[in-house]
């Protein structure tokens, strides 16, 4: 299937109309009014909202990876290493992180078998390594897994949609962040950038642990 005006405008749809449902679905306001009209289905809201996130994801990869056109660019030589290593720290840090998250929590097996009705976050502020460097650091490296790849017309496209949504994203997600976790998720933001590390804005280990004893101490986030 070759690239053209029409699929490449078919393709940027898909991923408006996946960006935007995500969005929508992953909304307090959206949340709250589900949690008011069927209250008993908020055990499992979390974890239907996962399983469509991955099913409706599928159209536009697939559509991605389906169209033909010549290569942009390629990474060659001493280029093409460096890609291969960027590729592989980031999928070791993707990795590596998650033995700092709930992975029940996040996935939606624990409101589930728990029947928990509360439609806010329940877990807790915290600050993992790479927190302390980022303030979305899978957001940061699904970055750079987008951008260490041989780029043509459909790939590149893909690769602007997704990294706008993640800097869009981001800043929806500090929203609820806000409203969960209040000044101590402010202070956390004015010292840590959102998506690209710099040198001079970081927490060292002791900042980091000094701002999670505050919020330990601040009052339980909403519907806890």
Do not use: C
Request: proline share 6%; net charge positive; hydrophobic share 50%.
């Amino acid at each position: 299937m070759s690239f053209d005006h029409a699929t490449g405008t078919l393709l940027a749809g898909l991923w408006l109309g996946y960006f935007a449902l995500h969005s929508l679905l992953a909304s307090l306001g959206l949340k709250r009014w589900v949690a008011r009209r069927w209250p008993r289905s908020t055990t499992l809201y979390r974890l239907a909202f996962n399983l469509l996130a991955v099913l409706l994801l599928l159209p536009p990869l697939w559509l991605t990876f389906a169209l033909d056109g010549p290569y942009l660019w390629r990474w060659q030589g001493p280029w093409a290493w460096l890609s291969h290593l960027l590729t592989l720290a980031a999928l070791v840090g993707f990795f590596w992180s998650l033995r700092y998250y709930d992975g029940s929590e996040f996935l939606g097996l624990r409101q589930w078998r728990r029947g928990q009705r509360q439609v806010e976050d329940q877990e807790g502020f915290y600050i993992s390594p790479l927190h302390r460097f980022v303030r979305h650091p899978w957001y940061s490296l699904g970055l750079v897994l987008v951008w260490t790849r041989d780029m043509n017309g459909p790939l590149l496209l893909s690769a602007i949609a997704i990294s706008l949504y993640f800097l869009f994203g981001s800043l929806l997600e500090e929203r609820k962040l806000l409203v969960y976790h209040g000044e101590v998720y402010r202070r956390y933001r004015a010292r840590v950038p959102g998506l690209i590390p710099l040198p001079w804005r970081h927490l060292d280990r002791k900042t980091a642990q000094e701002l999670l004893a505050v919020a330990r101490a601040w009052p339980d986030p909403p519907g806890a």
